[in-house]
């Protein structure tokens, strides 16, 4: 890992914590008007998507400080255990695109299923593959490696989580 892409992590992460600021700022500064209760129950949702994005971008600067300290410490990932991952990585992406896309507009109930779906199909990856760790733990893979990789699959997974929240969020905009 090169300092250029933890650089870049930080960079991103730094971004993200600006951004959560400066508009959850002007949020409660509107939220302080003379506003219908239907826009104050928006801010207050938009306050929480805003939160669960930051959270993403921390998930992500998390997860490569993880990898980087496990070069430095010669913990080492092979080839098919990272390939384990590839599934799981897209899927979470996946879902957050979807997210993202419908920003800027209330989700219908079909809209909704769909994210719950993502979300089941999230945590059913994130079972199987914690379950093949510890069974490589058991038969004698390096624990260390192994910790590691669970820690990883917790990232990816809380990523869908603040996926499905930004969905339920969106579901609630009125």
Known sequence: WEAETMEWFARHRNYAASLREGISGF??????????????DNI?????????????????????CMLEK???KKIEFSEELLGQLDPFTELAQEF?????SKIGKP???AELA???????????????????????IKTGSDVRAE??????????????DNAYSVAVALREMK
């Open 107 to 109: 989700l219908g109930e």
């Open 27 to 40: 949020l409660l500064e509107i939220a302080q008007q003379d506003i219908a209760d239907k826009t104050r």
């Open 147 to 160: 910790l590691q990789f669970i820690d990883l699959i917790r990232h990816i997974e809380k990523i869908g």
């Open 96 to 100: 957050l695109s979807f997210v993202t």
């Open 44 to 64: 207050g949702i938009q306050l929480g998507m805003i939160t669960d994005f930051e959270a993403i971008a921390s998930s992500c600067q998390s997860m490569a």
């Open 70 to 72: 496990s070069a430095r």
């Open 114 to 136: 769909l994210a719950v779906e993502y979300e089941t199909r999230v945590d059913a990856c994130r079972s199987g593959l914690k379950k093949l760790a510890r069974k490589r």
